[in-house]
Nanobody, 120 residues
Framework: QVQLVESGGGLVQAGGSLRLSCAPSGTMFSINAMGWYRQAPGKQREFVAVITSGGSTNYADSVNGQCTISRDNAKNTVYLQMNSLKPEDTAVYYC??????????????WGQGTLVTVSS
């Protein structure tokens, strides 16, 4: 069973930066897309950024230019570099990986979430 381990969240002052990391454990045939979502208090979970196996990226308009998603294929790790953080970026950030199992079934898995708190 594939699980995701996220890290890098924490408390930061407005204007600061954080880098989130997410790595899967378990056996997969291949990884397709790796992405980040966030859920602010009282709001629905929303898309933040995604990176495909080929390295193509896509960002939510709200974070475009502020966040950079990247991946280390050798480590199967995805990163989210967040700069110029604002209090409205406060949320639980979730990693999601879309992959194919050893049996070649398309599957997805979510991380447990990491809390990012931006103080004003």
């Amino acid at each position: 069973q594939v699980q995701l381990v996220e890290s890098g969240g924490g408390l930061v002052q407005a204007g600061g930066s954080l880098r989130l990391s997410c790595a899967p454990s378990g056996t997969m045939f291949s990884i397709n897309a790796m992405g980040w979502y966030r859920q602010a208090p009282g709001k629905q979970r929303e898309f933040v950024a995604v990176i495909t196996s080929g390295g193509s990226t896509n960002y939510a308009d709200s974070v475009n230019g502020q966040c950079t998603i990247s991946r280390d294929n050798a480590k199967n790790t995805v990163y989210l570099q967040m700069n110029s953080l604002k209090p409205e970026d406060t949320a639980v950030y979730y990693c999601k990986i879309v992959y194919r199992s050893i049996e070649s079934r398309p599957l997805e898995v979510w991380g447990q979430g990491t809390l990012v708190t931006v103080s004003s």
